[in-house]
T-cell receptor, first 118, second 111 residues
C-alpha cells in the first residue's frame, strides 16, 4: 500500500513564477491537509480539504495561494507569483476521515516538496 | 487564535539518560497527537491522547495528557541514538478542525 506521494520533491522557481505542488493521498483516504515548514520551525497548518471541498482554509495566506482536491486526481497547492519568503518545505498529509467525536484520525505525511525561490 | 507551545526547543543528552518535552496550549484541547520527524524526513505519527489525565506507554516512551486538557508531555527513558529527531505535539481545539503543531523539541543523543 503506497504511502502519501508528493511531487516534485524539490522545486526551484524564480520570483514571480508559479509553483504547483501535487499530493496523492494514501489509498482510501479522502481527507488531505497541507502544511508549511520553515527551517527549525514547526508545521504551520495551511488548509484542509475533502474531495471537491475546502473544509478549513484558516491557515492559507489570503493572496497568491490556492488549493484544490478534485474528484479525480491529486490535490494541488498552487502558489502564484512566488516570492523569496515562500521558500520552505511543504508537506501534505492524509487521513481516512477527519474527526469522530473528540478524537482525530492520525495523519500520514508525504515526503514533502522543498520549494526554493531564487 | 489557538497556540501550542513546546519546551525545550533543543535538548542534548548522553545515551542512556532520560528526556522529557512539554507541550502547553492556550486553550482547552479536544485531543493531542505526537509526531516524530527525523532529520531530512517527514513527521510520523506516534500516538493520540483524548481523555483528561490519560497516560499511554510505548516501550520506553510515556505520554501524558493533563487533567485540564491544556498540556501534555512525552518522556523517553534511557535514550538511544535511534531516538534522535524532532518531537512535535499537535492539538485540536474544541471547535476547530485543524491540528495546531508546536514548534517541536529537537533531541540529539551522543553515545
Amino acid at each position: 500500500n503506497a504511502g502519501v506521494m508528493q511531487n516534485p520533491r524539490h522545486l526551484v522557481r524564480r520570483r514571480g513564477q508559479e509553483a504547483r505542488l501535487r499530493c496523492s493521498p494514501m489509498k482510501g483516504h479522502s481527507h488531505v491537509y497541507w502544511y508549511r515548514q520553515l527551517p527549525e520551525e514547526g508545521l504551520k497548518f495551511m488548509v484542509y480539504l475533502q474531495k471537491e471541498n475546502i473544509i478549513d482554509e484558516s491557515g492559507m495566506p489570503k493572496e497568491r495561494f490556492s488549493a484544490e482536491f478534485p474528484k479525480e486526481g491529486p490535490s494541488i497547492l498552487r502558489i502564484q507569483q512566488v516570492v523569496r519568503g515562500d521558500s520552505a518545505a511543504y508537506f501534505c498529509a492524509s487521513s481516512p476521515q477527519g474527526t469522530s467525536g473528540g478524537s482525530s484520525y492520525e495523519q500520514y505525511f508525504g515526503p514533502g516538496t522543498r520549494l526554493t525561490v531564487t | 487564535g489557538q497556540q501550542v507551545m513546546q519546551i525545550p526547543q533543543y535538548q542534548h543528552v548522553q545515551e542512556g539518560e532520560d528526556f522529557t518535552t512539554y507541550c502547553n496550549s492556550s486553550t482547552t484541547l479536544s485531543n493531542i497527537q505526537w509526531y516524530k520527524q527525523r532529520p531530512g524526513g517527514h513527521p510520523v505519527f506516534l500516538i493520540q491522547l483524548v481523555k483528561s489525565g490519560e497516560v499511554k506507554k510505548q516501550k520506553r516512551l510515556t505520554f501524558q495528557f493533563g487533567e485540564a486538557k491544556k498540556n501534555s508531555s512525552l518522556h523517553i527513558t534511557a535514550t538511544q541514538t535511534t531516538d534522535v529527531g524532532t518531537y512535535f505535539c499537535a492539538g485540536r481545539g474544541q471547535a476547530g478542525t485543524a491540528l495546531i503543531f508546536g514548534k517541536g523539541t529537537t533531541l540529539s543523543v551522543s553515545s
